[in-house]
């Protein structure tokens, strides 16, 4: 299985951008999709979360301002992020929840990282 990120990039503060991770491979069904995000000397933290259900989660820093959200046909977890502030800057991982056969337990797969900067 590979997850492979798109989306990030340079926004001024107020601008917005929409990250995608697409994973590809064996995949039988993809439960918990999500975004973490790691700033220069912070901890990894979880950004947003979607069930195979559809419920949503974030962080409150994000609330109101970023969308997840999630294309089970093409195996896709999207953010969509507005109103950027300078304090999102990051790198952004996503994570999904994958079960490779109908007998194997879930395990969490990773995207390589893409970069968020949000500066004037």
């Known amino acids: 299985v590979q997850l492979v990120e798109s989306g990030g990039g340079l926004v001024q503060p107020g601008g917005s951008l929409r990250l995608s991770c697409v994973a590809s491979?064996?995949?039988?069904?993809?439960?918990?999709m999500g975004w973490y995000r790691q700033a220069p000397g912070k901890q990894r933290e979880l950004v947003a979360g979607i069930t195979e259900h559809g419920i949503t989660n974030y962080v409150d820093s994000v609330k109101g301002r970023f969308t997840i959200s999630r294309d089970n046909a093409k195996n896709t977890v999207y953010l969509q992020m507005d109103s950027l502030k300078p304090e999102d800057t990051a790198v952004y991982y996503c994570f999904l929840e994958i079960r490779k056969t109908m007998i194997s337990p879930p395990r969490d797969y990773w995207g390589q990282g893409t970069q968020v900067t949000v500066s004037s």
């Open positions: 491979g064996s995949i039988f069904s993809i439960t918990t």
